[in-house]
């Protein structure tokens, strides 16, 4: 038997979905997000980089952008 689970995903404008990213039922995103190999289980409220398990904001420096 296989159970039924109900819900709906919201996702904005401007949301990128990296990779590795699993998306639960039931969560919504804020414009302008990005996600990378992250869980996200509530809505994200906040624009910015989420990643991680669970999905939460990480801060980007310029100096961490130029050496990819």
Do not use: D, W
Request: aromatic share 6%; net charge positive; glycine share 8%.
């Amino acid at each position: 038997l296989r159970n039924r689970i109900q819900g709906e995903i919201f996702i904005a404008n401007n949301v990128y979905i990296g990779s590795s990213t699993i998306l639960n039922l039931g969560v919504s995103f804020a414009q302008m997000s990005v996600l990378v190999r992250s869980v996200v289980s509530k809505p994200i409220a906040e624009s910015g980089f989420h990643a991680g398990v669970p999905a939460v904001k990480k801060m980007i420096s310029t100096l961490s952008l130029n050496q990819i």
